[in-house]
């Protein structure tokens, strides 16, 4: 189970006495097809590592924009990758909603015994942000490239 | 709404050609569908759903929003925004979200793959198949959106492989019996066969001896005076 945790990048750099007392937190859960797994504005009580299936993530548009309410796939995670991180970053609120597209296995990481777990062992701690702070710049990264690709489709002539 | 003679209509939605023609073949194989639209991105489908109003949209959940963004990783779900906008504005339009169909198409082997295929979903966690016929008539219409999958169909894939073996017997076992019936005549037209052989091999050796017998003659043709020759001995 420790090679489990060690293959997601945020745990990276743990060793393996880390890697135990995290997943000593860890619950296996699992969703069918279509299933909410969290919702936008949900308080953060659970850090998520996707074991199998894809998960996408909407964002409720605006009522400006959108009378009806509707809400946009933004993003997406796949086997291997985290959601949730949320739980680790104040307000300790979910931004955003996570529908599973697929059948889907996760392990779920408690959020507050995470934390405290992080405060009271701040080299554990460093490391997690270490690893999280590599998340968050890859999805920027992601966003960015979906903005930029969107205006190019906009200005070119079809 | 179904259509004329109760077919019914449907619209399939993946930017690979190859699985749309997985979803076409899978919806043509039920008796009176139609497939009515293809789209290959999330607003396609938006616009040929508003358009041509099928009665089931089969939507692949990995679907870019819209053209030119295919190889944007995020974009990849236009499949999901797609089917909640036709949900909310094509009325009574059900629609299917396929979630898994990257995983079946790409990550199995075999264009025989494309017939072995079923469409399945969960229901109180267990796997349950479907047809898009029966969903059409059995998901009430309040009914958002559907989550399903494909699925091998074991069934199929037997069938289709005793199906080959047969074909295969039969082809094999048709060149076996010209092969046999070949031999049957051989057999039977040995002895006209051989006495036909003896009497060319007859016939061959004559003619070798005759030409053996002219190559001789010019020899005794050469005692005999040329005409010229004559005249001139007898005024000498």
């Known amino acids: ?158 | 709404m179904e259509g004329r003679n109760g077919e019914l209509r449907v619209l399939v939605a993946s930017d690979y050609p190859r699985v749309r023609d997985l979803l076409v073949e899978m919806a043509r194989e039920e008796p009176g569908v139609v497939v009515v639209g293809q789209a290959e991105n999330g607003a396609r489908a938006v616009t040929l759903a508003r358009s041509l109003r099928p009665d089931v949209a089969l939507l692949d959940s990995n679907l870019p929003h819209t053209i030119g963004l295919d190889r944007v990783r995020l974009s990849r779900t236009g499949g999901l925004d797609a089917a909640l906008a036709i949900s909310e504005e094509v009325k009574p339009t059900k629609v299917i979200v396929l979630g898994n169909l990257d995983n079946v198409i790409f990550q199995e082997e075999g264009a025989a793959l494309i017939s072995e295929v079923t469409l399945r979903r969960e229901v109180e966690a267990i796997p349950v198949p479907f047809t898009l016929r029966q969903l059409h008539k059995e998901t009430p219409e309040n009914d958002a959106v559907i989550f399903a999958e494909v699925a091998r169909n074991r069934k199929k894939s037997l069938h289709r492989r005793l199906t080959e073996i047969c074909e295969a017997t039969i082809v094999y076992g048709s060149l076996g019996i010209l092969a046999g019936l070949g031999l049957m005549i051989t057999i039977l037209l040995a002895v006209p066969g051989a006495a036909l052989a003896l009497a060319s091999l007859a016939v061959v050796v004559l003619g070798l001896l005759g030409r053996f017998a002219i190559s001789l003659w010019p020899k005794a043709a050469s005692a005999l005076p040329e005409y010229g020759q004559l005249e001139v001995s007898k005024q000498g």
């Open chain 1, 1 to 158: 189970m420790a090679i489990q945790l060690q293959r997601y990048d945020i745990f990276e750099g743990l060793d393996d006495a880390e890697t135990e007392s995290l997943l000593a937190l860890a619950v296996e859960k699992e969703y069918p097809a279509g299933a909410v797994i969290f919702r936008e504005g949900d308080p953060a009580d659970e850090f998520l590592l996707v074991e199998e299936g894809k998960i996408a993530l909407q964002m409720r548009l605006p009522a400006a924009l959108s009378p009806a309410s509707r809400k946009v796939a933004v993003d997406f995670v796949a086997k291997g990758e985290v959601l949730g991180w949320s739980a680790l970053v104040e307000p300790y609120v979910y931004t955003l909603t996570a529908v599973s597209l697929q059948k889907a296995k996760v392990l779920a990481i408690n959020g507050s015994k995470l934390r405290s777990m992080m405060q009271n062992d701040h080299k554990l701690g460093y490391k997690l942000m270490s690893g999280l702070i590599k998340v968050v710049a890859s999805r920027l990264a992601d966003t960015r490239e979906v903005l930029v690709s969107e205006r190019l489709v906009a200005i070119t002539p079809s």
